[in-house]
T-cell receptor, first 114, second 116 residues
């Protein structure tokens, strides 16, 4: 299974873009990259996912390098409520849709400062 | 849409006692996961159900942990007997699995277990 590497912690000023890097150099061709975040004392929350194209939704943008060995999650205008642990995850799947697991690392603790 | 419900929210027990956690997934979600999250770490998958069948329980310590999802809806996770190292947050997640790939998993708030 592909493993991910993230910095343990990062700071970002409120209102600025937060760029969270992730290395997944052993990812295979059919493995997706997912991002979740976990605010203190809550369950993880889905943010975004992608395979090889860049993706954007109402929460964030995901930039995946052409060789797919790394990606960056971008929160365009960080607020204090974005303070959380952000997990970059490679989805392991096999066969039918029901066989789908997320392999979690330790994540990046993002602190948004006023 | 109601989220994933878990209870209790907190539980403190003595080592060697038993404990059970309950999870009610989002209506219509066929896939259900139980995770263990130790402080400072990411979630670790314990067991995955598809309806009432087990898809993967390879990381479940079966000598003390058990889980069931008898009617393919609610699920319970039990620890018997508990050890100090079982202190963690136990997360339940569910996912719609209707043939659409890459649907996201939704998590409950978790049950924080402290074993003393």
């Amino acid at each position: 299974d592909a493993k991910t590497t993230q910095p343990p912690s990062m700071d970002c000023a409120e209102g600025r873009a937060a760029n969270l890097p992730c290395n997944h150099s052993t990812i295979s061709g059919n493995e997706y990259v997912y991002w979740y975040r976990q605010i203190h004392s809550q369950g993880p929350q889905y943010i975004i996912h992608g395979l090889k194209n860049n993706e954007t939704n109402e929460m964030a943008s995901l930039i995946i390098t052409e060789d797919r060995k790394s990606s960056t999650l971008i929160l365009p205008h960080a607020t204090l409520r974005d303070t959380a642990v952000y997990y970059c995850i490679v989805k392991r799947s096999w066969g039918v849709d029901s066989n789908y697991q997320l392999i979690w690392g330790a994540g990046t603790k993002l602190i948004i400062k006023p | 849409e109601a989220g994933v419900a878990q209870s209790p929210r907190y539980k403190i027990i003595e080592k060697r006692q038993s404990v059970a956690f309950w999870c009610n997934p989002i209506s219509g979600h066929a896939t259900l996961y139980w995770y263990q999250q130790i402080l400072g770490q990411g979630p670790k998958l314990l067991i995955q159900f598809q309806n009432n069948g087990v898809v993967d329980d390879s990381q479940l310590p079966k000598d003390r942990f058990s889980a069931e999802r008898l009617k393919g809806v609610d699920s319970t996770l039990k620890i018997q007997p508990a050890k100090l190292e079982d202190s963690a947050v136990y997360l339940c997640a569910s996912r719609r699995s209707d043939g659409k790939m890459n649907t996201e998993a939704f998590f409950g708030q978790g049950t924080r277990l402290t074993v003393v």
